[in-house]
């Protein structure tokens, strides 16, 4: 949805865009072809690899950090307010390629699933680490899985006898909640949870989507990609009430006092795209425009 995101944008020539999720760049490549001579484009990202990708544009930037300190260091960059954020969630392709990093089903590999590899928290501490009641927590509310109670006490008994050290031993011990008719959907589930507690992805998106009401121009836009329901339910309420848990202030006549308002309807890709690229398949597309 490369063309349905920038269009969310609504560019202007001589405007200021970030791309909070620079990854391979395509995102931003397609922001400055459509960029005039005067307009700008900052890019975040914290994976060592991505920082590889910058691209030779004396109207780009390309800040290596988290984008939970967006309006951090877009001030250190004389930046107070922009046109347009763009954001695409999730593991981005070459993470997911990667198979020393951990993050993808397909390979054995250590068990790390860190975006930022300057971390201390890892996919191992995690596991061989947490107590049986926080990895229960990171399975039942980040993997939304059922019997994410079971499999934490499974793996905290195992790993009394030695530690769990790569993916592939992760799943042996987990093998009896793998069965094959829906192994790889569970084994996606419990990978997105250890991932998402390490990267705390939870915590960033809420801290990063409270910081575009103020960073953004009146009419500015946040164009923003989801990949599961915990993302994408925080993005649909921070857009329909401007937070997330409650309901907004009313103004004098009733009506709720909200900064933004949605463009469009959800945007999920067509068939053809996802025939392209499979990983395409849960995403989900929001659009909203400051008030």
């Known amino acids: 949805m490369l ?5 969310g944008l609504n560019i202007k020539p001589d405007g200021v865009y970030v791309d909070v999720t620079f990854g391979g760049g395509g995102h931003s490549k397609e922001i400055l072809r459509r960029l005039g001579p005067n307009g700008k484009l900052f890019a ?6 991505a920082l590889r990708n910058v691209l030779d544009d004396q109207r780009f930037t390309l800040i290596g950090e988290n984008f939970r300190y967006i309006k951090r260091f877009l001030r250190f960059h004389g930046i107070k307010k922009v046109d347009g954020i763009l954001g695409d969630f999730g593991v981005s392709s070459h993470q997911f390629d990667e198979a020393d990093r951990g993050f ?3 390979f054995d590999a250590a068990l790390d699933m860190r975006m930022n590899q300057k971390d201390a928290l890892s996919a191992y501490e995690v596991v061989n680490e947490y107590e049986e009641k926080e990895l229960k927590r990171v399975f039942v509310d980040f993997g939304e899985l059922k019997n994410g109670g079971a499999m934490a006490n499974v793996i905290v008994n195992y790993r009394k006898e030695k530690p769990i050290k790569n993916t592939e031993q992760l799943k042996q011990v987990l093998a009896k909640f793998l ?3 829906k192994s790889n ?8 949870a250890i991932r998402i507690e390490v990267n ?3 915590e960033v998106l809420k801290e990063f989507l409270e910081q575009t009401e103020e960073l953004l121009d009146s ?5 923003l990609i989801s990949y599961h329901s915990l993302e994408d339910r925080l993005v649909k309420r921070f857009i329909r009430n401007g937070m997330f848990e409650g309901e907004p202030e009313r103004d004098f006549f009733g009506n709720f006092q909200v900064p933004f308002k949605s463009i469009g309807k959800l945007i999920v890709p067509s068939d053809e795209e996802i025939a392209r690229n499979n990983r395409a398949r849960s995403a989900k597309l929001r659009i909203a425009e400051k008030i």
Request: glycine share 6%; charged share 30%; aromatic share 6%.
């Open 44 to 49: 975040f990202d914290q994976d060592e690899d």
């Open 3 to 7: 063309h349905e995101t920038v269009d």
């Open 179 to 181: 069965p094959a008719h």
């Open 219 to 223: 009419g500015g836009r946040i164009s």
């Open 200 to 202: 705390q992805e939870i």
């Open 185 to 192: 959907k569970i084994l996606a589930q419990i990978y997105q």
């Open 104 to 106: 993808s089903t397909r």
